[in-house]
């Protein structure tokens, strides 16, 4: 046995560090420990928990190499990992499958094995499926309205000519792709001509939608934060620690809540991902100070919530979060900013990493797929609430 293998994440969305290899006739081990992100202020701590790395050099026929991820334990959600949870795999970053997954509680690291011909292949394994192409559809209109911390463009996609502004942000946790194959199904059935949703949706709508809310976090392979260490979900607002937006700490909110004030919002979503809860839900605009002075926010919220059950099983409402941020915090949450700021229905949708528990996939679960046809399907129910949103 004379493989010697090569880990390498130095690319787009990258994290994973070779630790060691260790050699054996029959099984041999692969060490891989995931990097930290920056220290972040609001948390006080640093968080792990992506990983997205290229193994090679697999030179043995029909020899069995096992993955392990050495601190798993100390990721911030770390229970994820002890139930059901599969590593993602490709050969080809667009064929992605899902490989059976342990979890050592004893010593707190994760475990997976390729067992198959790995002669002159390059394997691919991440925490959840990666890689889209939603700014390089050339049937939409993209532009800049600002750089991040490191100088990447805050690329904001404008689709529609009506007068109700309806933005969707993704991905302000950067380990959560999902966020991002959401709204990439949400534009493809906006931009479809033939489909007379998304038609009277672009007669009545103009839809604003930053695909990637963190693009320095997510190049650095961080789970939560931006370059600098800031949790972006929770950079709406000045805290009691510290002041936010700014262009210094936080210049991705400051860019997009500088538009969304110059051209106004009607409705959002924002997008992410759960790394525990097997399920699609929403955490809503309940507790600011809005929500409490008329029933109206409230009621637009339920009626969205049944369209969206209708337009899709995979969505449901019945378990979700069941704590909300103290008082104090609250506003600086992006979602709950929004619907105060605007006085306007707005939503954190939450889609699991691991799979739905109510209809499964095995082998596939949660997958950019599925994500991106629950984005599809959230479309009739935007076209269901719509005369309802400023009535």
Known sequence: MSSIISVFSKFDSGNGQFVGFKPDPVESEVLVSITSDPFTEFEKKTHKQ????????????????KFTIVNAGECSFWQGFTKDYNVFATYDRKNWFKVPTCYNSDVGQLHWSMKEDLIGKCACMAACTNITNIKNRTEVSVRSIGNSLDGRSMDLITIGSGPLKIWCNARQHPGEV????YLEGLVERLLDETDPVTRKLRREATFYCVPNMCPDGSFRGHLRTNACGANLNREWCTTGDYVAPTLERSPEVYHVLAEMDRVGCDMCMDIHGDENLPYNFILGAEAIPAWNASPRLKSLQDAFCTAFMKASPDFQCTVGYSEQPPPELILCVGA???ANRFDCLAFTVEM???????DPLP??????QRSGNLGRSVLDAVLTILPNLRA
Do not use: C, N
């Open 50 to 65: 992506w990983f997205y790395f290229r193994a090679s050099g697999f030179a043995d026929h029909d020899h069995t190499y």
């Open 178 to 181: 999902m966020a991002e194959f």
């Open 336 to 338: 709950k900013q929004i």
């Open 352 to 358: 699991p990493y691991k799979d739905t528990v109510e």
């Open 363 to 368: 082998g596939v679960g949660w997958s950019a």
